[in-house]
């Protein structure tokens, strides 16, 4: 079992910039492939971004590329979401997620079998 709490969200202006955090505990934080989702009000939840174990590789949905960076610290067990050039679209809830399956390149929510309970980003016009 591995518990992920995020925080750093909040109310920001178009433009600006926040610094997503989610802490890992339980099992081995280092095992596991690590994503961030995000679900706006009568949307689904979609894949943002991934990093694999090691923080070697990182993946991003075409809308965040060159805006969004996800890194990890195994040391402190937490893997990190910058925001930047934010947008209004870019509000919603945003969760991070465990993926064991060593398969970071994938978008499927389903490869992620750790969730935690989100952080909610708004980016006012």
């Known amino acids: 079992q591995v518990q992920l709490v995020e925080s750093g969200g909040g109310l920001v202006q178009a433009g600006g910039s926040l610094r997503l955090s989610c802490a890992a505990s339980?099992?081995?934080?280092?095992?596991?492939?690590m994503g961030w989702f995000r679900q706006a009000p009568g949307n689904e939840r979609e894949f943002v971004a991934a990093i694999t174990w090691s923080g070697g590789n990182t993946y991003y949905a075409a809308s965040v590329k060159g805006r969004f960076t996800i890194s990890r610290d195994n040391a402190k067990n937490t893997v990190y979401l910058q925001v930047s050039s934010l947008k209004p679209e870019d509000t919603a809830v945003y969760y991070c997620?465990?993926?064991?399956?060593?398969?970071?390149?994938?978008?499927?929510?389903?490869?992620?079998?750790?969730w935690g309970q989100g952080t909610q980003v708004t980016v006012s016009s």
């Open positions: 997620a465990a993926n064991p399956y060593g398969s970071a390149w994938s978008t499927a929510l389903s490869k992620y079998i750790y």
């Open positions: 339980g099992r081995t934080f280092s095992n596991y492939d």
